[in-house]
Structures are given as structure tokens and as C-alpha cells.
């Protein structure tokens, strides 16, 4: 009987450190938040100024333009034209001169009046008419172009931006292989290859994690994975590059894929002494 109870608990034993043995199986800083933790913010953007509605409404009026002339002053000069016409050739036949001059004075002067009616009337339609999109656009007016502004887009309502010369398709390929080296090298416990790639105080939480392990073997399969750089900034002599890792992975070699959110921070010295190392994991689930 106390040999079959040994057995058993030997068996529970083994069995009870098998299960401590995948389930401490965790990926690259084992789903933690270590290291830097920054508050990803969009950047302040000056809002344009609203506009006044009264003042939107009122337009000034264009230089050197005129109220409409009233009925009276619109006809007043060919009236006084007729007028002058028809006296002086009263005055002609008055003082003995043909009829015939006379009448060629006064067709001369409605000739003149029919010229200046047409005149007015054609001005009037053209002042009248509708001008084109375009017109009056280059006269007095300042064309102000959009201050120059950090590229960037828009993500799961966080904005994303890093300066206009950085090249984001190819540091975000880069990102993608380094995650997936230093996973590789997690499992592996290479401790020289997460040195490279790690500030001091990631690289003593890996380290400590690989200790607990005290040898045992895990194996983490990508399944899935995204990279996304969400703002590289300057800050006390160094870049800070934010970079959003979501997908899925396996972390037990039988077990179902599971997903993941975080944000890795990345620095590197302005002065470009040494490249980019991870310095936080930030969870974002």
C-alpha cells in the first residue's frame, strides 16, 4: 500500500512539473509591461480659426465699384442730347438756315443719341453678368499654403508620425525581423543575441526569465504578426521610436494560437554611436 501511494505522488510530481513547465512557457518579455512606458499621444495641432458668420456673410464691396445709377441719371444725358439737338436746330431755322441742314443736324444728333443708348445698355449687361469661378482670385488676395507638418496617418484613433525624411515601410520590415530574432532567441536562451538588441534593464528581465527556466526548452511560432511605427520623436539626446506589435502566436508547441497587443519602445543616440535597442514593453490589452 505505501509503495502504490509513492508511486502515485511521484507520479503527481512529475506531472504537476511538466504542467509549471509549459505553462511558464511565455513569449519575448512574457507578456509584461517592462522597461519604458510612454503615453502615445497625437501631436498639437493648431485648429484653423471659425469664421464669423456675420463676417463670413458680408462681402466688401469691390474697389472703385458704384451704387447703380437711378432712373433718372441713367437717361438724364441722352434726354439733355435730344434737348440740345432739337434747340439748336430750332436756333438754325430761327436764323434763316435750311431746312435741309437742319435736318442733318438733328439726324447727326439721334444718330449720337442711339450710339450712346446702345452704349449704356451693353455696359449694363456686362456689369450684370456672372463671373467666373476663377475671376478676381489673383486680385489682392494671398494664397497661403499649409505649414509643412510631420507625415502621418491615422490608427485605432491614435495618430501616427515620425519626421517627413524617415523611412517607415522599411524600419517597420526591420521591426517585424527583429521581433521575430529575438523571440527565436528567447527559446534559445542566447543570451549574447538579446544583449545586441536590448537596453540594460530589458536585457536583466530576459535574462531573469531564461534563469527560471533553469534549462527547460520552449518554442514560440509567430502565426501571425504586424508592425506599425506609431512616432519616432527626439528627446534628451536620443530617438524614441514607438512601434505597435499586435498578431497572434503559439506558445505551446500542442496549444491553440493566442493574440497579443504592445508597443515597443525603441532609442537609439542621436549622435548614432550604437543602433536602435528595445528600452520598454508597453501592453496595450
Known amino acids: ?3 502504490k501511494f509513492m508511486l502515485l505522488c511521484g507520479l503527481l510530481v512529475v506531472g504537476f512539473g511538466s504542467f509549471i513547465s509549459i505553462a511558464e512557457a511565455k513569449r519575448f518579455g512574457g507578456g509584461r509591461s517592462v522597461g519604458i512606458q510612454r503615453q502615445v499621444a497625437p501631436p498639437q495641432r493648431q485648429m484653423p480659426p471659425t469664421a464669423n458668420p456675420a463676417q463670413a456673410n458680408a462681402r466688401p464691396a469691390a474697389p ?20 440740345t439737338g432739337l434747340g439748336i436746330a430750332a436756333l438754325l431755322s430761327h436764323f434763316g438756315v435750311g431746312a435741309e441742314f437742319a435736318g442733318i443736324i438733328l439726324i447727326a444728333v439721334v444718330a449720337m443719341l442711339g450710339f450712346a443708348l446702345l452704349r449704356r445698355l451693353a455696359g449694363g449687361n456686362n456689369a450684370n453678368a456672372p463671373k467666373p469661378a476663377w475671376a478676381g482670385a489673383a486680385e489682392g488676395s ?4 499649409p505649414q509643412a507638418e510631420y507625415a502621418s496617418s491615422t490608427f485605432g484613433g ?6 517627413a525624411e524617415f523611412d517607415v515601410e522599411s524600419f517597420e520590415r526591420q521591426a517585424k525581423l527583429n521581433f521575430i530574432r529575438l523571440q527565436a532567441a528567447n527559446d534559445a536562451g542566447d543570451l549574447a543575441d538579446i544583449r545586441d538588441f536590448t537596453s540594460p534593464e530589458i536585457f536583466a528581465e530576459i535574462k531573469l526569465g531564461i534563469d527560471e527556466r533553469q534549462g527547460r526548452s520552449q518554442k514560440t511560432d509567430v502565426v501571425e504578426l ?3 511605427v506609431l512616432e519616432v520623436v ?4 536620443r530617438y524614441i521610436a514607438s512601434v505597435h506589435y499586435s498578431g497572434t502566436l503559439r506558445e505551446e508547441i500542442e496549444g491553440g494560437a493566442s493574440g497579443f497587443d504592445e508597443i515597443w519602445h525603441l532609442t537609439k543616440p ?8 528595445l528600452a520598454g514593453i508597453q501592453q496595450r490589452a
Open 64 to 83: 472703385g465699384a458704384q451704387a447703380p445709377a437711378s432712373g433718372l441719371r441713367k437717361w438724364g444725358a441722352p434726354l439733355a442730347a435730344l434737348a
Open 234 to 237: 527626439e528627446e534628451n539626446g
Open 270 to 277: 542621436v549622435d548614432g554611436n550604437r543602433g536602435w535597442q
Open 226 to 228: 504586424h508592425a506599425e
Open 1 to 3: 500500500m505505501l509503495k
Open 158 to 163: 491614435t495618430t501616427r508620425r515620425w519626421p
Open 142 to 145: 494671398t494664397t497661403q499654403t
